[in-house]
DNA sequence: GAGCGTATGTCAGGATACTGACATGACACA
DNA sequence: TGTGTCATGTCAGTATCCTGACATACGCTC
């Protein structure tokens, strides 16, 4: 009960932190040549997908706080990414949605991390890769209450 | 070719995040408690495993740069938990060692990290999460180079 | 209508991590 | 010998992210 870790090359979660490290640097290495950073891809895929979110919401796709979202949003907008509400048509909730300019830029970014999945995953069959997503999706719902 | 990621939440690599975001944020609810961050916590279990790395050795175990994991090892020598050696036997690495303090914090830490990854893999069966994690290295692996 | 809980946007502050740079020590090789 | 390369420790500056806080807006309950 009062055991520990162990070898953490065995471990499920140590592994879990090697692979998100190595694909969060693989990302920001093959973005970076399009002026995005990982959040702010993130961003731009999130609502490419699911036009009209508010910021709350895109941080928590995002994975990040609302107040990094916020700033997010800041850059990309000024960049003409993307537009915001000026008013809310319901409660606080901004809505969002991308620019033209921000679709062209989101279309290279896209591709470009699809480029990075497909050669994470290459040596998986198509099965491998669905059972480890749903592993994953498992995993991940057994720590979110 | 130039095709997107398509729907997040088919894709490993945003599922991939997702499982590591709610892993991290675990393990710091349950580590906050003892006075440890997760960077702080990892090289303690790194050196507890493996005794007289360098800093250079536990940042790449850790998965942060030389010059994070200087800062945590500063605060962590600070505290008492572990000793690094004022002279380099060869080269220039300076070999970093637990204290008994530092042994004692581990072992907490240890437990608690491991009740984490327990609750995060309960739904799979041990087999299952012996191929999530070799399917895992595999993608670490793939994207290294 | 009043009170409570929840969700959102935003501001301020501090903690954290990264990039860039420099000096030092070890090793390979001409 | 000396030169180039690499790894390490460390410092400085910047960027990023988070915690804490406040005000606003909706829904629910009494």
């Known amino acids: 009960m009062t055991q520990g870790v162990g070898d953490l090359d065995r471990s499920v ?12 640097a693989a990302m920001d290495a093959e973005l970076r040549p399009l002026g995005l950073t990982v959040p702010q891809y993130a961003c731009l895929e999130i609502l490419g997908q699911r036009p009209g979110m508010s910021a709350a919401e895109l941080a928590r796709g995002a994975f990040v706080t609302r107040q990094s979202m916020h700033a997010v949003l800041l850059g990309l907008a000024e960049r003409g990414l993307l537009a915001r509400a000026a008013t809310a048509p319901q409660g606080r909730a901004l809505p969002t949605e991308l620019t033209d300019a921000g679709r062209r830029v989101l279309e290279q970014a896209s591709a470009t991390v699809a480029g990075v999945e497909r050669r994470m995953t290459e040596t998986l069959t198509p099965a491998a890769r669905e059972r480890l997503r749903a592993d994953l999706a498992a995993c991940a719902d057994a720590l979110s209450p």
């Open 13 to 24: 979660g140590y592994t879990l932190k090697q692979a998100a490290a190595a694909l969060r």
